[in-house]
Nanobody, 117 residues
Framework: QVQLVESGGGLVQAGGSLRLSCAAS????????MGWYRQAPGKQREMVAT???????TYADFVKGRFTSSRDTTKNTVDLQMNSLKPEDTAVYYC???????????WGQGTQVTVSS
């Protein structure tokens, strides 16, 4: 089992920045992918950014140029730096981890990000 704990959410004005952090614990052997997803009210959960064990990120188009994600495999952490936030970025952000695409995904409890206009 893998446990994930997010921190860093909150309320910010449009154009502002927030940094989310996720700490993982448990059996991290073979966890190749860590990343961030989000879910807004009434919408499906969507991928925001994923980072491989080699620290290669993949971003959703809607955050490219605004968000960056990095991973520290020695500390089992993954961060999400969010800049130029927009009201449409308002959502619950979840940390996720999996061994490979299509494998079981472990989820954190989520952290609320609210961007006011």
């Amino acid at each position: 089992q893998v446990q994930l704990v997010e921190s860093g959410g909150g309320l910010v004005q449009a154009g502002g920045s927030l940094r989310l952090s996720c700490a993982a614990s448990g059996n991290m052997f073979g966890i190749n992918i860590m990343g961030w997803y989000r879910q807004a009210p009434g919408k499906q959960r969507e991928m925001v950014a994923t980072v491989t064990v080699g620290n290669i990120p993949t971003y959703a188009d809607f955050v490219k140029g605004r968000f960056t994600s990095s991973r520290d495999t020695t500390k089992n952490t993954v961060d999400l730096q969010m800049n130029s936030l927009k009201p449409e970025d308002t959502a619950v952000y979840y940390c996720a981890a999996s061994r490979f695409i299509g494998a079981q995904t472990y989820w954190g409890q989520g952290t609320q990000v609210t961007v006011s206009s």
